[in-house]
Nanobody, 121 residues
Framework: QVQLVESGGGLVQPGGSLRLSCETA????????IRWYRQAPGKEREFVAG????????DYAEYVKGRFTVSRDEAKRAAYLQMDNMKPEDTAVYYC??????????????WGQGTQVTVSS
């Protein structure tokens, strides 16, 4: 059974740091691109960061470049989002996504349940 479980969310002050984890099971983790999305109250879901395999292939939303770092651990079948210099506008539910598009094949798209991140003083 496919599982993606986010953790590490919580309350943090502006300028603080938080590290999110995405633990996975039930699929070929090494073949999937892992992406983090977030959805703030009253707003649409937006892309935050992504990491492929090999892990040096990364991508970040302009809003988080220089502040967030995405990574993955193949042995642990997990991905991470290190968030530094956090701002109130980072407040959102953060979701872990695993996606694979086979060459001229089907698409696999899995999501976690989300973890709440609140940046407030």
């Amino acid at each position: 059974q496919v599982q993606l479980v986010e953790s590490g969310g919580g309350l943090v002050q502006p300028g603080g740091s938080l590290r999110l984890s995405c633990e996975t099971a039930g699929f070929a983790f090494h073949d999937f691109v892992i992406r983090w999305y977030r959805q703030a109250p009253g707003k649409e879901r937006e892309f935050v960061a992504g990491v492929a395999n090999p892990a040096f292939i990364t991508d970040y939303a302009e809003y988080v470049k220089g502040r967030f770092t995405v990574s993955r651990d193949e042995a642990k079948r997990a991905a991470y989002l290190q968030m530094d210099n956090m701002k109130p506008e980072d407040t959102a539910v953060y979701y872990c996504n695993a996606r694979l598009r086979e060459f001229f094949g089907r698409e696999y798209d899995y999501w976690g349940q989300g973890t709440q991140v609140t940046v407030s003083s």
